[in-house]
Structure formats: C-alpha cells, structure tokens
C-alpha cells in the first residue's frame, strides 16, 4: 500500500513540473509576442513618418517649382525676344519655321562604329525588342533615330484625339500601368510578367513617364515604338512631368544633355511638340475614364475633346487674363524694374533656346491657351482625391484640387460612368482605392523614394471591368535585408532630408522659436516647438513624433531648439562669408542649379562670375531676398572656385549642400 501511494506522489510531482514548464512556456511565448508586436507597431510608426516626410517635401518642392516657373516667365518676358532662335546642335542650324525642324535627323549621320540598334521604318517588333536588348545591355539609340521616332511619333499622336475611347472585347483584358518616373527595371519587369503589348495585350499607360528616374530617355523610346507599331493597342496619357518646365528641375533635361550632350537641344525641343500632342485621357467601355492626375467641380470632358491641346506646352505658366490679352487696362504688378547693367544677362536670355526656352517665349506672340483650357487640363493632371466633400485648391501641390466623393459621384452622374483610375500619388502597396471604390490610384514606380520604400503595381481590366491588381517590387539589396534593416534605411534616408531642409530654414526657425522664448532661456514647450515647425515649413507632418530625432529635450519636457541644428552643417567651411547669404544659397541651391544650367550654352559646366552676380541679382530681387552683392565677391574668393573669371558651378553649388558632421567633407 505505501508502495502505491509513493507512486502516486511521484506521479503527481512529475505532473506538476510539467505543468509549470508549460506554463512558463506559454508565458514566454505570449511576452515574445507582445515584444514582437510592439516592436512591429515601432517599426510601423516609423515606416509611415518617413513616408510622409519624403512626400511632405515632395509636394513642397512641387510648389518651389511653380515659383520657379514664375521666374523664368519674369526673365522671358522682360529680356527674350520672340524671334529668337539659336543652332540646335554645333554642326547644324534648325529652322523652326513650320515643322521643318522634324526632319534635323537627316543631318545627323550614324557612324559605322555605332553598335546600337539600327531602326528601319516602319517599325517592326523585331525592332522592339532590339531596343529591349540593347537597353538591358546599357545601350543608348544613336541622335539619328532618337529623332527620327520622335518626329514619326508626333505624327501618330496628331491623330489621336484629346480623349482616347478605347472598347475591350470579350477575348480579351487591358493593362494600365501609372507612373514609371524614369525606372526602366519596373518597365522591364511590367513586360516580363504581363506580356509585351500587342493587338493580343493592350496597354495604357498613365503619364509620368520621365524625371526622378536614370532612365526616362530609354522609357520613352520603348513606349514610342510600341507606339508605332501598335497604335490601336498602346495608349500613352499625359502626366504633369510631361512638361518641359517641370523637367528643367526634376531631372529629364540634365539627363537628356547627358546622354547626346551636341544633339540635345535639337531633341528636347522636338520632345516639347511631342509632349503636347500626348491624349489627355482614355475612356474604356464608356464607363472607365483613365487619366493622370484627377478631376474636379469644373471638369468638363466635352469641353477637353474639344480643346487644342498642342498648345499647352507648358502648364507651369499660367495664361493672362484675357483682358490683358485684348489690350484693356492691366493691373499693376509688383516686379521690380531692372537696371541696365542687367543688358548682358538680357542678351543671353534671348539665347535660351537650349532647353526649349524661345518656345516658351514665341507663345506670347501666337494664339496661346485660355485661363479656362489651361485650368481644365491643370485641374485633370495635378489633381488629388480626399474622402472629404467638396473640391478645393491643392495647395499642397501648388496646381490642380482636392476633390471629394460627392465631386467624383456628379462626374460619374453626368457621364454615365461607373470608375475612375488616375495615378500621380505614391502609395506603398502601389495602388488604393477610395471613394468608396469608384477611384483607382494606380503607381507603377517601386523603389520611389529608396529602396524597398514602396512596391509597384499595375491593373488587368477585364471586359466586365473589374479590376485585378498585380503588385511587383525590383530587388536590389531588399533581399540581403531584414524588414528592420530596410525601415530603418528608409527612415534614416527620410530624416536626412528633412534635417537638410530645417538646417537651410535656420534663422526663419530661430526666429520663430525665440518668439515663444520670452525669458530666452533657450528652451520652449513642445508644442510651441512643433507649432514653429509647422508655420516655417509647412509640410503638414507630425512633429511631436519626429521630435526625439530632431532636437533634445530637458528633463522637464522642454525642447533645447537649437538643438535642431547641432549635427548638421555646410559642406565646406564659409565662415569669413555672410552666413545669411549661406543659408540663402544653401535654401536655393536646386533652384540656382536650374538656371546655372539654362545658361550654360555649351555645357562646359562653366558660366562667367559677371554673369553669375547679374542673374543672382535678378533671381535675389525677384524673389524679395537680398542680394549681398559684395558678400558673393567675397564668397567665390573663400572658395577659390573664381576661376579665370569663370565659375565650376557644380563645384560651387556642392559646397552649399547640407550635410551630417560626421559626413563632412574636407575643406
């Protein structure tokens, strides 16, 4: 009997340790989920912040860039001449008489030591995948054909008409694909998946298909020829980065000039004709309208089949009121008049044609666009839907509306439509719905703002017009990565950037805190802070968040705001110069660059310093900013970048690039 019962007892002893094993199993188990989940809450956080910082000042620099556009109106009007016009290459001048220009590629000859693709026309697929094959090797199509597609693709385009319709059979499905942004491997990998286009596999695609990217040229020139050779299969939408103006500054026309360097001017003034001749839209079945940007309370579709939309060039310049137009009295402007020691930067002006700006000038004197055509097509490519009601102006972009899902349901109402699908926003999965489902935000660039930042995607419509998506990510290092590893890339990316922009805003900051700074201790409230933030930068983001990567606090909870500028500097040492000058060339250094590049004729990468001080000086007092004439002497001497009375401008603008301490370069 004890022998049972000692038994029992060890039993029960080895019942009980077992229990508490699982038990404390259970308990680890749930703590390393908690940490788990907490730690990808963290994560999460982080993700979405950095996100919206890169977009926050992406949509700031959009705005930039209309001021921009703004000064280069203010140049062309005062100082180019209407007939003006310049030697489109070294070898060769170009009559822009008529479309006489389209033929310049019979002047080019393609040397026997081209390896590249040799195109026949009309195109054929073989030619296609030619340039498919050459593209992957990094090949780049020879000036002579370059030209000769462009020009046989303004032909194709000037027999579209503004709004593409566009029927689907039963036998087959459509494929729309939004913004590329130069990012040739997501094309690729579009094609690679879904099918080349052909009579079998049509395409739309939605505009944007240049800027940002290294290889916008090569996007073109595929889409192009596919073009030619299906033109009842491949419909290409316009995108507000199909617009010489936007791409001064975004990147196509530096890579332009950097591929065909002598054949350049010739090709970006053809791309600005080809460009405007790009269809506003595309209408499917009747009852899926596709087109870039969005709509809103004014859009009207029958009114945009009607419209010239060849003359809309640029949308970064605005059309006068028509009663300036018909000579009635004008309102008076506040731009400030210019001296006559600016006649040499006027005499250059006239020569601008370089980037296509005696274009932009010979529409003052022809029969430009109305505010109304101009609003129409700026409100359908700049536009952005919000689940509130209503349409308002986007002034977070600087063009276009905000339009809700009342706005999108009279649209629908009036046309007898059942879906819209735009694209021009990111989105990290590469695609959204909103509105209830009735709008498609579509974006085909994965990688956008660094790698693994966002996947791709594109849309299958089938003919009862459901919409399948197909999500893609190119992958470079994603893969040799964690999820941690890459939130954190990301994030770090994202913080740089925004330090950079708060350090070039230095002394509007500072001014800004001191005034919650009544007893100047150096330390304010974090919502004061945040609200000083918010009324210099305006980039809508959510500073009490950002705070611990941004400046240092005391142990009461007070921010130490000068801190925010602690870890970062200028590049290269200036301190014998005006440090506000400093800022203000460090706040404008994309700027400058533009128009460092605009007067740059023969791309030498150099401009006179005379010349440079007299376009500063109009630049400064255009944009209500000092000048500091004598401290710009004295800055070129501290650099030691006066050269022969020439400036390296790259040189000159690197020095004024914002930087981590520990990453400083070298004096």
Same mark, same amino acid.
């Given at each position: 009997?004890?022998?049972?019962?000692?038994?029992?007892?060890?039993?029960?002893?080895?019942?009980?340790?077992?229990?508490?094993?699982?038990?404390?199993?259970?308990?680890?188990?749930?703590?390393?989920?908690?940490?788990?989940?907490?730690?990808?809450?963290?994560?999460?956080?982080?993700?979405?912040?950095?996100?919206?910082?890169?977009?926050?000042?992406?949509?700031?620099?959009?705005?930039?860039?209309?001021?921009?556009?703004?000064?280069?109106?203010?140049?062309?009007?005062?100082?180019?001449?209407?007939?003006?016009?310049?030697?489109?290459?070294?070898?060769?001048?170009?009559?822009?008489?008529?479309?006489?220009?389209?033929?310049?590629?019979?002047?080019?000859?393609?040397?026997?030591?081209?390896?590249?693709?040799?195109?026949?026309?009309?195109?054929?697929?073989?030619?296609?995948?030619?340039?498919?094959?050459?593209?992957?090797?990094?090949?780049?199509?020879?000036?002579?054909?370059?030209?000769?597609?462009?020009?046989?693709?303004?032909?194709?385009?000037?027999?579209?008409?503004?709004?593409?319709?566009?029927?689907?059979?039963?036998?087959?499905?459509?494929?729309?694909?939004?913004?590329?942004?130069?990012?040739?491997?997501?094309?690729?990998?579009?094609?690679?998946?879904?099918?080349?286009?052909?009579?079998?596999?049509?395409?739309?695609?939605?505009?944007?298909?240049?800027?940002?990217?290294?290889?916008?040229?090569?996007?073109?020139?595929?889409?192009?020829?596919?073009?030619?050779?299906?033109?009842?299969?491949?419909?290409?939408?316009?995108?507000?980065?199909?617009?010489?103006?936007?791409?001064?500054?975004?990147?196509?026309?530096?890579?332009?000039?950097?591929?065909?360097?002598?054949?350049?001017?010739?090709?970006?003034?053809?791309?600005?004709?080809?460009?405007?001749?790009?269809?506003?839209?595309?209408?499917?079945?009747?009852?899926?309208?596709?087109?870039?940007?969005?709509?809103?309370?004014?859009?009207?579709?029958?009114?945009?089949?009607?419209?010239?939309?060849?003359?809309?060039?640029?949308?970064?310049?605005?059309?006068?009121?028509?009663?300036?137009?018909?000579?009635?009295?004008?309102?008076?402007?506040?731009?400030?008049?210019?001296?006559?020691?600016?006649?040499?930067?006027?005499?250059?002006?006239?020569?601008?044609?370089?980037?296509?700006?005696?274009?932009?000038?010979?529409?003052?004197?022809?029969?430009?666009?109305?505010?109304?055509?101009?609003?129409?097509?700026?409100?359908?490519?700049?536009?952005?839907?919000?689940?509130?009601?209503?349409?308002?102006?986007?002034?977070?972009?600087?063009?276009?509306?905000?339009?809700?899902?009342?706005?999108?349901?009279?649209?629908?109402?009036?046309?007898?439509?059942?879906?819209?699908?735009?694209?021009?926003?990111?989105?990290?999965?590469?695609?959204?719905?909103?509105?209830?489902?009735?709008?498609?935000?579509?974006?085909?660039?994965?990688?956008?703002?660094?790698?693994?930042?966002?996947?791709?995607?594109?849309?299958?419509?089938?003919?009862?017009?459901?919409?399948?998506?197909?999500?893609?990510?190119?992958?470079?290092?994603?893969?040799?990565?964690?999820?941690?590893?890459?939130?954190?890339?990301?994030?770090?990316?994202?913080?740089?950037?925004?330090?950079?922009?708060?350090?070039?805003? !230095?002394?509007? %900051?500072?001014?800004? @805190?001191?005034?919650? &700074?009544? #007893?100047?201790? +150096?330390? /304010? *409230?974090?919502?004061?802070?945040?609200?000083?933030?918010?009324?210099?930068?305006?980039?809508?983001?959510?500073?009490?968040?950002?705070?611990?990567?941004?400046?240092?606090?005391?142990?009461?909870?007070?921010?130490?705001?000068?801190?925010?500028?602690?870890?970062?500097?200028?590049?290269?040492?200036?301190?014998?110069?005006?440090?506000?000058?400093?800022?203000?060339?460090?706040?404008? !250094?994309?700027? %400058?660059?533009?128009? @460092?590049?605009?007067? &740059?004729? #023969?791309?030498? +990468?150099? /401009? *006179?310093?005379?010349?440079?001080?007299?376009?500063?000086?109009?630049?400064?007092?255009?944009?209500?900013?000092?000048?500091?004439?004598?401290?710009?002497?004295?800055?070129?001497?501290?650099?030691?970048?006066?050269?022969?009375?020439?400036?390296?401008?790259?040189?000159?603008?690197?020095?004024?690039?914002?930087?981590?301490?520990?990453?400083?370069?070298?004096?």
């Amino acid at each position: 009997m004890e022998h049972i019962v000692t038994d029992m007892g060890c039993n029960a002893s080895i019942d009980d340790r077992e229990e508490s094993k699982s038990e404390k199993a259970i308990r680890a188990a749930v703590l390393i989920q908690k940490w788990y989940r907490a730690r990808r809450a963290r994560l999460e956080i982080s993700r979405r912040y950095s996100l919206s910082i890169f977009q926050s000042i992406e949509y700031a620099d959009e705005q930039d860039q209309a001021q921009l556009a703004s000064f280069f109106t203010f140049m062309l009007e005062r100082y180019a001449s209407p007939d003006a016009v310049d030697d489109t290459s070294s070898s060769s001048s170009v009559s822009h008489e008529g479309d006489s220009y389209l033929t310049e590629y019979e002047n080019i000859e393609v040397p026997d030591s081209y390896c590249g693709p040799r195109l026949s026309f009309p195109l054929t697929l073989a030619d296609a995948n030619a340039l498919l094959h050459a593209f992957k090797n990094g090949q780049l199509l020879h000036a002579h054909y370059v030209l000769k597609l462009l020009c046989e693709t303004k032909k194709v385009l000037k027999e579209k008409p503004n709004i593409n319709v566009v029927s689907v059979s039963y036998s087959k499905e459509i494929t729309i694909c939004g913004d590329l942004h130069g990012n040739l491997d997501d094309l690729f990998l579009i094609f690679y998946k879904n099918g080349l286009p052909s009579e079998k596999k049509p395409y739309v695609f939605n505009g944007d298909f240049v800027d940002r990217g290294q290889n916008s040229v090569e996007i073109l020139i595929i889409l192009f020829a596919f073009l030619l050779i299906y033109p009842n299969d491949v419909h290409l939408n316009r995108g507000n980065h199909e617009d010489y103006v936007i791409n001064l500054r975004y990147g196509f026309s530096n890579e332009v000039f950097s591929k065909y360097k002598v054949h350049a001017k010739v090709i970006l003034y053809v791309l600005q004709d080809v460009f405007s001749w790009l269809p506003l839209a595309t209408i499917i079945n009747k009852k899926v309208l596709i087109l870039h940007g969005g709509i809103s309370d004014t859009t009207d579709l029958d009114f945009l089949c009607s419209l010239e939309r060849n003359k809309l060039k640029s949308l970064m310049r605005p059309p006068k009121p028509e009663r300036e137009e018909q000579g009635k009295e004008r309102a008076p402007t506040a731009r400030p008049s210019m001296c006559a020691a600016n006649e040499h930067v006027a005499g250059r002006t006239r020569r601008l044609s370089s980037s296509g700006f005696s274009e932009l000038s010979r529409q003052n004197s022809q029969s430009g666009p109305t505010l109304k055509e101009w609003k129409q097509v700026m409100d359908i490519l700049w536009s952005d839907p919000r689940m509130q009601k209503g349409c308002v102006p986007n002034k977070r972009r600087g063009g276009g509306c905000y339009f809700g899902p009342d706005t999108t349901a009279r649209l629908f109402e009036r046309y007898n439509l059942k879906l819209l699908i735009r694209s021009h926003e990111f989105k990290r999965e590469g695609y959204e719905l909103t509105h209830g489902g009735k709008v498609i935000t579509i974006f085909s660039a994965s990688n956008y703002y660094e790698e693994g930042s966002n996947k791709g995607a594109y849309i299958r419509l089938n003919p009862d017009l459901i919409p399948h998506f197909v999500q893609y990510q190119v992958r470079e290092c994603t893969d040799k990565q964690n999820y941690w590893e890459r939130v954190k890339t990301i994030e770090r990316s994202a913080l740089q950037i925004l330090q950079e922009k708060i350090f070039a805003h !230095r002394s509007t %900051l500072t001014e800004a @805190f001191e005034k919650h &700074d009544c #007893d100047n201790t +150096g330390n /304010i *409230s974090v919502s004061d802070w945040a609200a000083a933030m918010e009324s210099v930068l305006c980039l809508e983001l959510p500073w009490r968040t950002l705070l611990p990567h941004l400046a240092k606090t005391d142990p009461d909870g007070k921010v130490d705001y000068m801190s925010c500028f602690h870890n970062m500097e200028i590049a290269q040492s200036t301190e014998e110069v005006q440090p506000a000058l400093v800022e203000t060339l460090c706040k404008y !250094r994309k700027e %400058l660059e533009v128009i @460092f590049n605009i007067m &740059d004729e #023969d791309h030498s +990468g150099l /401009i *006179s310093f005379d010349e440079f001080r007299k376009t500063w000086r109009i630049f400064s007092s255009h944009l209500g900013i000092d000048a500091y004439d004598a401290s710009i002497d004295k800055l070129a001497q501290s650099i030691d970048y006066n050269k022969d009375d020439y400036i390296d401008f790259s040189e000159f603008l690197e020095a004024f690039h914002v930087v981590h301490k520990r990453d400083k370069k070298p004096a």
